[in-house]
């Protein structure tokens, strides 16, 4: 007799479930149970005690089967160690101190995906608002990941708003006001992330990036922009308040996510695990603490899954 499944059953609910029992994996993997417990124990697969028992999440054995897949290599070199994207004081000093061995090339989030998409980088970071949805980054990672086995792990809700002078001498009260009033502003180059978001946040105002008075060059990090005010080259510019020190800043956004994208098969690589468990340390905890504008609740959270 031909044996009937019946939907919201517990087997089905089983089967649905995000977390698998070890007996579950071991079925799932057609390996036996002992097999499970060798491979926790070298800490070969994803597993959580989170509930004093072992359970292995489906999402991420499926990600770690994936990476264990065996593929072609014709016509397939790897990417070379690179961070590309958006710059970010706490991410790039968190590259330096895990030992990640990433070089950092930051040069705005859509150059970075782009970088990803061809190979010419391990890992982007991203923060491009979605004008039309309202969401963070994957919009623009589904435009420009078409096809690539890719994930947003999320970093952190950073705080952005205007740098200014020390002391804010120009009393300037918001956006609207430095834009009327004519005041300098330093920008970022087209396709960061920081230079769209102002122009996100000039069109909430009715205005736009012909009403601003800018400095000849953009500026290519925070701290460059940061730096613009410091010298007195501009008086104000849109930056994130990790970046801002001892400078004036004045609170535009609070909620902006930053996201690190990725290929699933190098989410498991040395360079990147080395770098989210140094996330994890007290030391960095410190770092976001001593820098300001980072939350760091969502941290590591799967924000897209490509």
């Known amino acids: 007799m031909q044996e009937t499944r019946i939907e919201g059953s517990p087997e089905s609910a089983r089967r649905t479930s995000p977390l698998m029992t070890t007996s579950e994996v071991a079925d799932y993997l057609r390996v036996k149970e002992r097999t499970i417990y060798e491979m926790v124990a070298r800490q070969t697969i994803p597993f959580s005690r989170a509930t004093g028992k072992l359970l292995f999440p489906r999402r991420l054995i499926d990600a770690w089967l994936e990476a264990q897949t065996e593929v072609p290599e014709v016509g397939l070199t790897p990417a070379p160690p690179i961070y590309s994207g958006s710059n970010d004081p706490l991410l790039e000093w968190a590259l330096r101190q895990s030992g990640s061995g990433l070089a950092v090339l930051a040069r705005g989030s859509t150059q970075g995906?782009?970088?990803?998409?061809?190979g010419r980088a391990l890992m982007s970071g991203v923060h491009l608002l979605d004008p039309e949805g309202g969401?963070?980054?994957?919009?623009?990672a589904q435009a420009?990941?078409?096809?690539?086995?890719?994930?947003?792990i999320h970093w952190a809700r950073r705080t952005q708003g205007l740098i200014l002078a020390p002391g804010n001498p120009h009393a300037i009260s918001g956006l609207r006001d430095a834009v009327t009033r004519g005041m300098r502003f330093a920008t970022r180059a087209e396709g960061?992330?920081?230079?769209?978001?102002?122009d996100v946040l000039l069109a909430r105002e009715g205005l736009s990036a012909a009403d601003l008075t800018t400095v000849d060059r953009p500026?290519?990090?925070?701290?460059?922009?940061a730096a613009l005010i410091e010298t007195g080259e501009a008086d104000c510019g849109l930056g994130l308040k990790a970046a801002a020190g001892l400078m004036g800043f004045l609170p535009l956004l609070a909620d902006e996510s930053f996201d690190l994208a990725m290929t699933r098969r190098d989410y498991f690589e040395p360079p990147i695990q080395s770098l989210l468990a140094f996330a994890r340390s007290e030391a960095f905890a410190r770092r976001a603490l001593h820098l300001g504008g980072y939350d760091l609740a969502d941290h590591g959270k799967v924000r897209w899954n490509g």
């Open 144 to 152: 420009h990941l078409p096809g690539i086995s890719c994930v947003l």
């Open 113 to 118: 995906l782009e970088d990803l998409a061809a």
């Open 192 to 198: 960061a992330g920081s230079q769209r978001l102002l």
């Open 219 to 225: 500026a290519e990090t925070h701290a460059d922009l």
């Open 135 to 140: 969401g963070w980054n994957v919009a623009a």
